[in-house]
């Protein structure tokens, strides 16, 4: 199942954890120097390698739907933007998916739910050996697979979870975390919302360095950072809880409450609340919500994929934000 | 590595400058890179290659053609990307101290190609028997010499089969 259709290890925390391996084809210049052929080339011949994928042509589907492919992190911005030809590739249970022309000739990814990294790591090793088998990689020994951009030389690898983390950015705490992560070769970033500044407090942290050191100390090295955090934020959760129990219960119910009346909601105003909703329920305060829905919540009521679930693409703003509320109240209600 | 100059952010922008004959470098965010205006609209890279020493104004006579995508030296690098694999053997002397600074090292250890994780193993193999052979003829062990060079054959032939 897709990250966001069910619940993983240390879920209150963690939403997915995901690996990336950039690689490219020996004798092709990198994806934006490519000529029409040569992408197809490329195309075909990853297209043989992986043949029980889905492929996805994205020169052949809407806008709306490579943006709702962007909201699940199934694909980057960069690449549902491209002009050149360029394919999806996606097993049946979107775990895993390729892009091929991107900006390096492949990117590789596994995204799990919760804190799963050896899990994605394992996953996408599988289909770098499958590919690896039936294509010649650019490689070299010195600086290891050669990428369009040198801050992926060495393993190409970019291993990143995706946590909730409201208690610490609150406290303040992890402005502290953020200078020692720089240290250990480990970026932290909003997940939504402009520049640094984290809406619904998700983050993602990743590693920086992609040279000297192997795949396997990358991932256990951002492993126990998480772990890490992963117990800070839930220390502090409680220390907040208990400090001032009735007013957290208020502030988190209400939220809950406009969630499930309100007409109109924008993403913005989403993103808000649904951070409460996720704090309430983990902390169980709000008991009424499965968990398990969280995930999927997130993601459904992101613009594009709202408005195609609902095969209703050509509405306004205000339609939007009706479809929204609607849309969270059916999530939220019992059946 | 942090910023020099606010000692907060993640340096991405590296600069030397020279005034006067006095050499000094800068490891900037781009925050304060912006601030001191080395990045007026180009990028990291392109600023890294006004680097003196490393390539002038269009000044070098001998000019590097990549044989891949046929880049030269002052276009094979735009917005800090590299045009095609080729150009990292290519200009591999100008990519040096970049990627060094970018990742705190030029040397590759982890995942590799399966073709080229055979041949670099076999090729350990054969050295690590060269040497055993060699020592086996210095302490005169002709019967235990004899079978190392069979193994190095077997070894040797195994790889024009495959
Ligand atoms: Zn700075
Ligand atoms: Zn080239």
Redo the contacts with the bound molecule.
Sequence with gaps: MAWFDNTGKENDVVLSSRVRLARNIKDYPFAPMLDETGAREIIEKTKHALDDYTVIDMTEISPIERQSYVEKHIISPAFAASGTPHVLLLNEDRTNAVMVCEEDHLRIQSIHSGLALKEAFASACEIDDRIDSSVSYAYSDKIGYLTHCPTNLGTGMRASVMMFLPALTQTRMLNNYASQLEKLGLTLRGMYGEGSQASAYIYQISNSITMGITEEETISKLESVVNQLIASERKTREKLSLNDHDRLCDKLMRSSGILRSAYMISSKEFLKLFADLKLGVHLGIIPDVDESILGELLVGAMPATLMLEAECTDIDDTERDKLRASYIKGKLSPV | ML?T??K??TATVFYQQNINGKTTELC??Q??AESHGFLTGSSLFNELFKMPGISGAGVKSSRKICSLCGSDENNFIKDGKVSCPVCYESFADELYSPIKRIHGNVSHIGRAPAKLKKQNDKKLKLDELKKQLNDAVQKEEYENAAIIRDKIRDLENNAEEN
Excluded: A
Aim: net charge negative; aromatic share 0%; glycine share 0%.
């Design positions: 910023c100059e606010c907060k952010n900037l965010c925050e304060c």
